[in-house]
């Protein structure tokens, strides 16, 4: 880095080891110039989601790839947040969130759709 630069904040959605998205900021704190720290907060995005369903009125659902994912920690944590742990469900993919519960038997031919 050149001298008296300094970095810009950074954000993306993380995938936790747990099989969890969330929403992440990283901003670098700077004292007179020197780099002395960082600072971080995150969000899960299922609140999110949910101001997002209702906002819209559309109906959401989020899967991830299992191949990302350690089974018993994904069904540890599901159970954790009260959540369905259904892993056999769909072939390649697990249903971390949807705005339906049950999740709708009809709508599970688009999970895995590219």
Known sequence: MRP???ANPASGIE??????FTL??????????TLIGYLELG???????????????VELALTIHKRLLKRSDWESSMKMMG???????????????????????EAGKFVGVQ
């Open 43 to 57: 969000k899960e995005i299922e609140d999110i989601l949910a101001g997002i369903q209702r906002q819209s009125g």
């Open 15 to 20: 995938l936790g080891p747990l099989g969890t």
């Open 83 to 105: 959540r369905e742990t259904n892993w056999e469900r769909f072939p390649e993919d697990v249903l971390i969130y949807s705005s339906l519960f049950p999740f709708p038997a």
């Open 4 to 6: 008296n630069a300094q």
């Open 24 to 33: 992440r900021v990283v901003r670098p704190v700077y004292d007179n110039g």
